[in-house]
């Protein structure tokens, strides 16, 4: 029986180091590929097009000494090439989980039906931007998180979820007094700063 395996490209000629491949029958020439449930481990931010490979059972697959879950082989058939926020594998919540995990960027080529909140607080919480998160999705967990990685972010949060309290954490985590709206500035607020960098008395005219 004959196996299916994937790979991905960055680029429409499926050019992968220097050597093209074609829809149909190809030299392998190094091209390493994997199996659907670890090809969520490899995708990249410029994974634009994931290709499903035809092993055909008469040939000797080899497996990768070094890159784990993958394998090479003399020559192979690209049957599909699927641009990635079309592919079917998205339809299974632990690749969208582990792709994510792998890389957050990822999370832009996860059609909107996959995505969810939780999707978003594990790509906010590898490094994600809440800049890149639409309004919808910012909720109070997923800008905590943002924030506690980031502390500029505050800037990206919704209004409703700024508090004294929350400039108080970032405050005492070193976030600039001058970036403080004037109606957070409270007492209490501005003898923190103060007391963790003096030159923050210029930010201040409540105190």
């Known amino acids: 029986m004959n196996a299916t395996y994937y790979t991905y490209f960055n680029n429409k000629s499926l050019i992968y180091d220097h050597v093209e491949y074609n829809i149909g029958f190809n030299l392998s020439n190094g091209l390493k590929f994997t199996d659907k449930n670890n090809i969520a481990h490899y995708l990249e ?4 097009y994931i290709a499903e490979i035809i092993i055909s059972k ?4 080899y497996k990768d000494p070094i890159k784990m879950n993958t394998w ?3 020559y192979f058939y690209i049957n599909k090439l699927y641009t990635i926020n079309v592919w079917n594998g998205w339809n299974n919540k632990r690749i969208r989980t582990t792709a994510v995990e792998n890389n ?3 999370i832009r080529w996860i059609p909107n039906k996959y995505i969810t909140d939780e999707l978003y607080l594990l790509a906010i919480n590898r490094g994600y931007s809440l800049y890149n ?3 919808e999705f910012k909720t109070e967990p997923v800008c905590r998180a943002a924030i506690h990685n980031n502390y500029y972010e505050i800037s990206l949060i919704p209004e409703k979820f700024i508090t004294e309290a929350l400039y108080i954490s970032i405050i005492k985590r070193g ?3 001058q970036f403080v709206p004037e109606k957070f500035k409270t007492k209490e607020l501005c003898e923190i700063a103060i007391d963790l960098n003096k030159h923050a008395m210029e930010y201040t005219q409540r105190i």
């Open 72 to 74: 090479t082989c003399n």
């Open 58 to 61: 008469d040939i000797q697959v």
């Open 133 to 135: 998160v639409p309004e």
């Open 104 to 106: 957050c960027h990822v």
């Open 175 to 177: 976030y600039p007094l």
């Open 45 to 48: 931010y410029d994974s634009i």
